[in-house]
């Protein structure tokens, strides 16, 4: 039987971030911070310190005084450093884990690079200018909550991309955060009689009590074509059937429900 208390991926990258913040030779604020990408590499690692070729012994420290004589012209954060030191050059769809909060210049760096998700554990300068600026680009997610007949749901929207134009709708889930209690979908410009079909309730049917989890690992929904459950009575393979002759708006249902419903992942397990 294996180990049952193991770390979760969150938990080992926070510790990685953690770790790393005990290299940086700042008497005030150690922070460290852990690029993760899709299948859960470590792709990139850093702490706050200055610059290479720039001494620790030499350069100042200190918080308080004439600009140049504190450590804020000299300083690289961890955010930063874990970019710059990252092994891959491409970090789409990466996270990112960090002790504290990124600041403004730590997160246009993180939006540029790529990275879509930031995980942090305190965010103790939350009323300060910067961090609300950052506040202000950084994507806001929105969530519908919902109650009928006694029973909560959540209502998520999407957004993607068919065969001819762009595709969105929304997904309730239950209560559970891990069953979908109903879609919607809607569309520009897929082939009528086609990919046009996943604005209709046949479509829709298949999606009700689907899990989006497998075990722990999460999946989203797929539309699966060569389906082995074409009658979708089997609610725990992540699968609904494929319309006839619309394969291509059909992963992008599948993508934009893994995407934008993996963007509510950190809140909804908050809930949990
Ligand atoms: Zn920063």
Same mark, same amino acid.
């Given at each position: 039987?294996?180990?049952?208390?193991?770390?979760?991926?969150?938990?080992?990258?926070?510790?990685?971030? #953690? &770790?790393?913040?005990?290299?940086?030779?700042?008497?005030?604020?150690?922070?460290?911070?852990? %690029?993760?990408?899709?299948?859960?590499?470590?792709?990139?690692?850093?702490?706050?310190?200055?610059?290479?070729?720039?001494?620790?012994?030499? #350069?100042?420290?200190?918080?308080?005084?004439?600009?140049?004589?504190?450590?804020?012209?000299?300083?690289?954060?961890?955010?930063?450093?874990? %970019?710059?030191?990252?092994?891959?050059?491409?970090?789409?769809?990466?996270?990112?884990?960090?002790? &504290?909060?990124?600041?403004?210049?730590?997160?246009?760096?993180?939006?540029?690079?790529?990275?879509?998700?930031?995980?942090?554990?305190?965010? $103790?300068?939350?009323?300060?200018?910067?961090?609300?600026?950052?506040?202000?680009?950084?994507? $806001?997610? /929105?969530?519908?909550?919902?109650?009928?007949?006694?029973?909560?749901?959540?209502?998520?929207?999407?957004?993607?991309?068919? #065969?001819?134009?762009?595709?969105?709708?929304?997904?309730?889930?239950?209560?559970?955060? $891990?069953?979908?209690?109903?879609?919607?979908?809607?569309?520009?410009?897929?082939?009528?009689? &086609?990919?046009?079909?996943?604005?209709?309730?046949?479509?829709?049917?298949?999606?009700?009590?689907?899990?989006?989890?497998?075990?722990?690992?999460?999946?989203?929904?797929?539309?699966?074509?060569?389906?082995?459950? /074409?009658?979708?009575?089997?609610?725990?393979?992540?699968?609904?059937? *494929?319309?006839?002759? *619309?394969?291509?708006?059909?992963?992008?249902?599948?993508?934009?429900?893994? $995407?934008?419903?993996?963007?509510?992942?950190?809140?909804?397990?908050?809930?949990?």
């Amino acid at each position: 039987m294996k180990r049952t208390d193991y770390l979760s991926w969150d938990e080992y990258f926070m510790a990685v971030a #953690l &770790l790393a913040a005990h290299r940086s030779k700042d008497p005030s604020t150690q922070v460290g911070a852990c %690029v993760a990408n899709e299948q859960n590499k470590i792709v990139g690692v850093g702490y706050n310190g200055f610059p290479w070729g720039c001494s620790d012994d030499e #350069l100042p420290w200190a918080r308080q005084g004439k600009f140049l004589e504190t450590k804020y012209p000299y300083v690289c954060h961890a955010e930063l450093n874990a %970019v710059l030191n990252s092994i891959s050059r491409d970090l789409r769809r990466c996270r990112i884990y960090v002790g &504290l909060f990124p600041c403004n210049e730590c997160t246009k760096v993180i939006l540029q690079a790529g990275i879509e998700e930031i995980i942090y554990l305190s965010d $103790k300068y939350r009323e300060s200018d910067q961090v609300k600026a950052n506040a202000s680009y950084t994507r $806001k997610l /929105p969530l519908f909550i919902g109650e009928k007949d006694g029973e909560k749901f959540y209502i998520v929207p999407m957004r993607g991309v068919g #065969l001819w134009d762009a595709i969105w709708g929304f997904v309730a889930l239950k209560d559970d955060l $891990k069953t979908v209690k109903g879609v919607f979908f809607d569309h520009k410009g897929e082939t009528p009689g &086609l990919g046009a079909n996943i604005k209709e309730p046949f479509f829709y049917q298949d999606f009700a009590d689907e899990q989006i989890y497998n075990g722990d690992q999460f999946k989203g929904i797929v539309v699966a074509k060569g389906n082995a459950d /074409p009658k979708n009575e089997d609610k725990n393979d992540n699968e609904v059937d *494929a319309i006839a002759g *619309a394969t291509i708006t059909g992963d992008g249902v599948t993508v934009m429900f893994k $995407k934008d419903l993996a963007m509510y992942l950190p809140y909804f397990n908050t809930l949990k």
